[in-house]
């Protein structure tokens, strides 16, 4: 099947946002590991690995349609933080702007009758919902006890459990 062209570049470009998400997630990681919170790192280190995941699906879905794929340049994370709560908050918002671009797909998907595409989208918009609660759960549960260093020992471990 051809795609429609603006449903081919929104794809393909979702591809680079994708490797994008996994190298903030990794940047995110580093920062926790660097601070000895390697329950935190462990997270963040398998967000990374699922964004990739993500990219692969969307590779591989342009090549089950005859598409090329084109890779687009990977921006630095440009992110510094000054404490523990601001990485989780960038992962929220992060994944809040993801939930975005793929509504975008799924309009556009949905505007030039492309079934197939939002069938396949589905899958996605399902998995930003769950990376929502998740992200937001992680930005709660350190603001209310991550001030404490008992607080945040007993959450690094948690977030090891929950793994
Ligand atoms: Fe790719 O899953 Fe969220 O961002």
């Known amino acids: 099947m051809i795609l429609d062209k603006k449903i081919y570049t929104l794809l393909n470009d979702q591809i680079t946002k994708e490797y994008y998400s996994a190298y903030l997630y990794l940047q995110i990681a580093a920062y926790y590991d660097e601070h000895g919170l390697d329950g935190y790192a462990s997270w963040y280190e398998k967000q ?8 692969m699906k969307i590779y591989r879905y342009l090549h089950e349609n005859g598409q090329e794929v084109k890779l687009g340049q990977i921006d630095a994370p440009n992110v ?22 793929i509504n ?24 930003q919902g769950e990376e929502e609660v998740n992200a937001n759960r992680m930005v709660k549960l350190m603001e209310t006890f991550g001030g404490k260093k008992l607080g945040l020992f007993v959450l690094n471990e948690k977030v090891k459990e929950r793994q």
């Open 104 to 127: 975008d797909l799924m309009t556009a998907a949905k505007g030039v009758h492309d079934y197939r595409t939002m069938e396949f989208l589905q899958w996605f918009v399902h998995e």
């Open 48 to 55: 990374a690995h699922e964004e990739e995941e993500h990219a």
């Open 80 to 101: 510094t933080f000054n404490d523990f709560l601001e990485p989780v908050k960038a992962a929220l918002a992060h994944e809040e702007y993801i939930t975005g671009c």
